[in-house]
């Protein structure tokens, strides 16, 4: 199965390819979040279709993948001319096997298992050399969003005080707007797997959230509890 973001001219493109599901899906989200257009593949075969409809300024790579390795298909890429820039990832940590990932045409090689900040630094480094940046900024109902300098602004320009977890929260309602999101995901994307919450903690902060912004039935986004599932954002077109 692929998948494929809408095109866009003002995001870095970055397209993931991984055969194990749990991480690819992870680092899906994790790269949206800081303002990536994401495609995913989970094999070399799944993922020549989508290069071939576009150009991406990173591929993430997998080193084992099942059929053609990582290796063989970034060889092959580079001799069909496609200029991406490739980060490598694999369980290999051994000098060759690193030196054999830039040998095959990678900038970039980190092994298993990364620390996700680090990823997306690198990440950040590439894409800067590619020549271009992931979007800061987000409007919704002449409200704006700089995930950047972590800031919320009114339409009147009066700045909004939220906390890290409000701003989050709101962050990620804002990206997947439009999408049914379950309180379990927004748990697991906003506070962390690992971090045991009631999961009508999310009501809370949604509220909090809500009038911290000011929000009215006349305002141009709305954030709709879905009974027993969880919430959706909706932002008007005007």
Sequence with gaps: MTTSTPPSSTRPTILI?????????????????????????????DAEPLLRQREFDLLILDVMLPGEDGYSFCRRLRAQGVKSLVMMLTARSLE???????????????????????????????????????????????????????????????GVELTRTEFDLLAYLLRHRERALPRGEILDAVWGRDVVVD????????????????????????????????YRMEVSAS
């Design 17 to 45: 390819v991984e055969d194990d599901a749990h991480l690819r899906v992870g680092l899906r989200d994790n790269l949206l979040d800081e303002g990536y257009d994401v495609s995913e593949a989970p094999s070399t075969r």
């Design 199 to 230: 999961p009508r903690t999310v009501d809370n902060f949604v509220s909090s959230l809500k009038k911290k912004l000011g929000w009215t039935s006349a305002s141009g986004f709305t954030i709709h509890t879905l009974r027993g599932v969880g």
């Design 96 to 158: 060759d096997d690193i030196v054999r990932g830039f040998d095959a045409g990678a900038q970039d090689y980190l092994t298993k298992p990364y620390r996700l900040r680090e990823l997306l630094a690198r990440v950040g480094a590439l894409v800067r050399r590619a020549g271009v940046a992931p979007t800061q900024v987000s409007t919704f109902g002449g409200y704006t969003l700089d995930l950047g300098r972590r800031t919320v602004t009114k339409p009147d320009g009066v």
